[in-house]
């Protein structure tokens, strides 16, 4: 299961060096990974597929022991000790409260200062510079770029033009357009692994993917990432116009992933293990399509918690809008806002990570 890379970023730098933008977009992931990847730890984090089994364990004992040691005031002068000489700039041009705020408070918990760009009519952007000039500001001033694009593939163009410069800095993609959200994945498998951690793990579980699966960033990033876990099923529930797109559904069958589709929600809640609920993603819109498709049965309300397993969970990324009745936040089955919560403990795990900390967390 783990993912091979040449221990030589270099070597790949000069690999690409001489590629188009355009031929290194259309690379395949898994052909271009050594790439985000250097000094035997992640650099730029853009994509799920750059987590295996063995990463995904190591950032989870972090941030169980961040999330002990910060309980003590000795614990958390600790833990901002650790990178309070970086400063990290919160790149977010798309809407965000809990990306934005838990890579924040994450920044904060390690001591790090930062800025934030909530809207290229704030920066140079709108006096027409471009988005490489404004990265490569970035990293003039900045130790890390965390960042959220409405547009897929920013994040990875980022990477792509600093990897090339005299001063690269680390990239985090917070969220690229209808593509990839790789760090809401690992929360999410992290609240999967937690809450089914007495039923034998996410190992032969059955995950409920419920939405806009064609335009969802998070059950795309999701459905990558459960390829680390054995004889996983997942069942993807939406109207017909909005199914998960046939990447997805090539890379899950390339790697042996059972998945089904359909059109039913109600009749499906009592297979599920997992029922992962998403709102319509209508900021994609390009001719009101969303307003043309009834999304009301997708959506799980106080009668249907009789359908689901007792020991089933429901998540959603958040933020909701009627996918779940607000009476149901207090069955012990609702865990997104713990979901939420876990959220910034994960970031704060990576950032320690990217900045080759674990050591010195895992021994305090
Ligand atoms: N889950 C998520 O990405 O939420 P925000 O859009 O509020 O950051």
């Not at 965390?146 to 690269?168: C, D, Q, Y």
């Not at 994945?185 to 996410?202: E, H, N």
């Not at 607000?326 to 919560?341: K, T």
């Amino acid at each position: 299961m783990s993912i091979h890379y040449s221990s030589n970023f270099f070597q790949a730098k000069r690999k690409y060096l001489s590629v188009t933008w355009e031929d290194f977009y259309t690379t395949r992931i898994s052909d271009k990974l050594d790439f985000f990847f250097r000094q035997g730890r992640l650099f730029d984090v853009l994509f799920s597929q750059q987590f295996d089994r063995e990463f995904i364990e190591r950032i989870f004992t972090i941030t169980n022991k961040i999330r002990l040691v910060s309980k003590t005031k000795y614990g958390a002068d600790f833990l901002r000790s650790l990178l309070a000489h970086k400063r990290a700039m919160l790149y977010f041009v798309q809407p965000s409260t809990r990306t934005f705020l838990s890579f924040h408070s994450a920044c904060q918990i390690l001591g790090m200062q930062t800025a934030a760009v909530q809207s290229i009519h704030t920066s140079s952007e709108v006096k027409g510079e471009s988005f490489d000039d404004t990265i490569r500001t970035f990293s003039s001033y900045f130790d890390i770029i965390i960042m959220r694009h409405p547009l897929e593939g920013h994040a990875e163009r980022a990477s792509f033009v600093l990897n090339r410069t005299k001063r690269p800095i680390p990239i985090i993609n917070a969220g690229s357009g209808k593509d990839q959200h790789p760090t809401q994945a690992l929360l999410d498998i992290f609240t999967l692994m937690r809450s089914f951690q007495p039923i034998g793990g996410i190992d032969e579980k059955t995950i409920m993917m419920v939405g806009d699966l064609k335009r969802g960033r998070t059950v795309r990033s999701l459905s990558y990432l459960l390829k680390n876990f054995r004889n996983v099923k997942i069942i993807y529930s939406s109207p017909d116009e909005f199914r998960m797109n046939s990447d997805i559904k090539d890379f899950l069958a390339e790697h042996n992933i059972s998945y089904t589709e359909t059109s039913e929600f109600e009749k499906i809640l009592p297979q599920a293990d997992a029922v992962y609920m998403t709102r319509i993603q209508d900021e994609h819109d390009q001719a009101g399509e969303s307003k043309k498709t009834d999304f009301s049965r997708y959506a799980l309300r106080l009668e249907h918690l009789d359908l689901l397993k007792s020991n089933s969970i429901i998540m959603h990324p958040l933020p909701r809008r009627t996918e779940i009745d607000p009476q149901i936040d207090n069955d012990p089955r609702a865990v997104y806002w713990r979901q939420e919560r876990n959220g910034m403990r994960i970031r704060c795990a990576l950032l320690a990570h990217i900045f080759n900390l674990e050591t010195k967390i895992l021994e305090y």
